[in-house]
């Protein structure tokens, strides 16, 4: 008798962004090579069973002390996401985000 299939892992999904605000350095410094173009932080979330996040880390961001990579974590930390989904079960996982900055108009 062949063993059961174990139960796929659907990874967790953000549900709705919360509101982001271009970071204040970036736009009151002319000094900002980044000011003029769409600039993106890629994140790694770490979700608990519950849609709470627990951990964010930065694995692409902006360099500079410009405040991309910070608004981006509250940003993601302040959103709403889904546990990821083991056999029907709510269990902890982990998703990629990029936060995306829309160039200063």
Do not use: C, H, I
Request: charged residues 15%; positive net charge.
């Amino acid at each position: 008798r062949p063993e059961p299939e174990p139960a796929a892992l659907v990874p967790p999904q953000m549900l709705k962004q919360a509101p982001m605000n271009y970071p204040q350095r970036a736009l009151a410094n002319p000094g900002n090579q980044f000011r003029n173009r769409d600039v993106s932080v890629v994140l790694q979330v770490q979700v608990d069973a519950q849609g709470q996040v627990q951990e964010v880390r930065v694995e692409a961001g902006v360099p500079g002390p410009w405040g991309y990579n910070e608004t981006a974590v509250a940003t993601v930390r302040a959103s709403t996401f889904t546990p990821a989904q083991k056999g029907g079960q709510p269990v902890a996982g982990s998703l990629p985000v990029t936060v995306t900055f829309k160039k200063a108009r």
